[in-house]
């Protein structure tokens, strides 16, 4: 009887075989210019959520969210409701699930034409180069959208966890738009009111193991998130995430009972600009593996999202148009490309 043929080597075999880097993941064209790059490392501002929701110490915190996203796009959030043993749990379960031999894995493969489920990244052209990561992406929210034939049985916590870090995430989601409303003087509920209670959430479990040829990959190349804002836990020890502010790279550290949150390009469209988007990669590291899990919080689809109506008027114009939220996938372009007037 014929074999079916093996399943597909992913980077982490590869780079516990020993070969050097896979075809298809390497830059051929000098594009990576990681290693001769001197990158300045730095903390991104801090911004204490329990102070958003202070009113005495609120006004002070809410101006330094306010330029903290209009200069770098993201900050650190701490007092936010989870507490580092339980950051721990979930910085555990990831490295846990990456470890497990790959037929486990493969259980939850995504399928061909869908994004959900372990893998790579989908493959759209023959020329595209592959980012040196292996991923876990899952819809976490509205709960009735889970697809849990690609949820992992393993480790044996994996629901309860995931299951509880989006119900805390979710109370984030809403003290963050709320204070960045008032940030930008409109009313508090008004960019809660255009995404939705019910946004998509989208969890993304990152597993970029070590490469020796830093010239030659990107852990994930540079983009810019088309979420409304996305909440990263990054990896306790090893760096590897880095923001374009003007035209350098700046490696981000973060405190470890922090979350990093950055926005995507629909916070960027409903500010009418102010607040921007960040270009952001990750590059990898020669000696340590890295982890992370990025959780893209977006609009409900059927939403209608554009600048909020508070901040045009004579003397600013609408920078965007207004889209609902579902046609915008069918866009194939940045949101702030596509919806620019
Ligand atoms: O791995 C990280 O720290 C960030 C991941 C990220 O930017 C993404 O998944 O869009
Ligand atoms: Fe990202």
């Given at each position: 009887?014929?074999?079916?043929?093996?399943?597909?080597?992913?980077?982490?075999?590869?780079?516990?075989?020993?070969?050097?880097?896979?075809?298809?993941?390497?830059?051929?064209?000098?594009?990576?210019?990681?290693?001769?790059?001197?990158?300045?490392?730095?903390?991104?501002?801090?911004?204490?959520?329990?102070?958003?929701?202070?009113?005495?110490?609120?006004?002070?915190?809410?101006?330094?969210?306010?330029?903290?996203?209009?200069?770098?796009?993201?900050?650190?959030?701490?007092?936010?409701?989870?507490?580092?043993?339980?950051?721990?749990?979930?910085?555990?379960?990831?490295?846990?699930?990456?470890?497990?031999?790959?037929?486990?894995?493969?259980?939850?493969?995504?399928?061909?034409?869908?994004?959900?489920?372990?893998?790579?990244?989908?493959?759209?052209?023959?020329?595209?180069?592959?980012?040196?990561?292996?991923?876990?992406?899952?819809?976490?929210?509205?709960?009735?959208?889970?697809?849990?034939?690609?949820?992992?049985?393993?480790?044996?916590?994996?629901?309860?966890?995931?299951?509880?870090?989006?119900?805390?995430?979710?109370?984030?989601?809403?003290?963050?738009?709320?204070?960045?409303?008032?940030?930008?003087?409109?009313?508090?509920?008004?960019?809660?009111?255009?995404?939705?209670?019910?946004g998509k959430m989208y969890a993304r479990f990152n597993y970029y193991p070590r490469c020796p040829r830093l010239d030659l990959v990107y852990g994930l190349k540079p983009h810019a998130d088309g979420s409304t804002m996305t909440i990263v836990l990054p990896d306790e020890e090893v760096l590897g995430l880095q923001f374009l502010r003007g035209d350098q790279w700046i490696s981000v550290s973060t405190i470890p009972e922090a979350v990093l949150i950055n926005i995507g390009d629909i916070m960027e469209i409903m500010s009418n600009g102010i607040l921007k988007s960040p270009m952001?990669?990750?590059?990898?590291?020669?000696?340590?593996?890295?982890?992370?899990?990025?959780?893209?919080?977006?609009?409900?689809?059927?939403?209608?999202?554009?600048?909020?109506?508070?901040?045009?008027?004579?003397?600013?114009?609408?920078?965007?148009?207004?889209?609902?939220?579902?046609?915008?996938?069918?866009?194939?372009?940045?949101?702030?490309?596509?919806?620019?007037?």
């Amino acid at each position: 009887m014929a074999q079916p043929p093996p399943p597909a080597k992913t980077v982490q075999e590869s780079v516990s075989d020993g070969e050097a880097v896979k075809e298809g993941y390497a830059y051929t064209d000098g594009k990576v210019a990681t290693s001769g790059e001197a990158i300045h490392v730095m903390e991104v501002p801090v911004i204490d959520l329990g102070l958003l929701a202070s009113s005495p110490s609120a006004a002070g915190e809410l101006f330094k969210l306010r330029s903290a996203l209009a200069l770098w796009g993201c900050f650190q959030a701490i007092n936010h409701g989870m507490s580092g043993s339980f950051l721990s749990k979930v910085r555990e379960l990831m490295g846990q699930f990456f470890a497990l031999p790959m037929e486990e894995k493969q259980k939850y493969a995504s399928p061909a034409d869908d994004m959900e489920g372990y893998g790579n990244d989908m493959v759209l052209s023959e020329q595209q180069v592959l980012d040196w990561n292996e991923r876990l992406l899952l819809i976490i929210s509205p709960k009735d959208q889970r697809k849990l034939d690609v949820w992992p049985r393993k480790p044996e916590s994996f629901r309860e966890r995931v299951q509880e870090y989006s119900v805390k995430l979710q109370a984030i989601v809403g003290v963050v738009l709320k204070a960045i409303s008032l940030s930008l003087n409109l009313e508090e509920n008004c960019f809660l009111d255009q995404v939705g209670e019910q946004g998509k959430m989208y969890a993304r479990f990152n597993y970029y193991p070590r490469c020796p040829r830093l010239d030659l990959v990107y852990g994930l190349k540079p983009h810019a998130d088309g979420s409304t804002m996305t909440i990263v836990l990054p990896d306790e020890e090893v760096l590897g995430l880095q923001f374009l502010r003007g035209d350098q790279w700046i490696s981000v550290s973060t405190i470890p009972e922090a979350v990093l949150i950055n926005i995507g390009d629909i916070m960027e469209i409903m500010s009418n600009g102010i607040l921007k988007s960040p270009m952001h990669r990750v590059v990898t590291n020669a000696t340590s593996d890295r982890i992370s899990v990025a959780v893209f919080c977006c609009p409900e689809e059927e939403n209608e999202i554009g600048p909020a109506e508070g901040l045009i008027n004579e003397d600013t114009l609408r920078l965007y148009k207004k889209i609902f939220y579902s046609e915008y996938y069918q866009l194939g372009k940045r949101p702030i490309e596509a919806l620019k007037i």
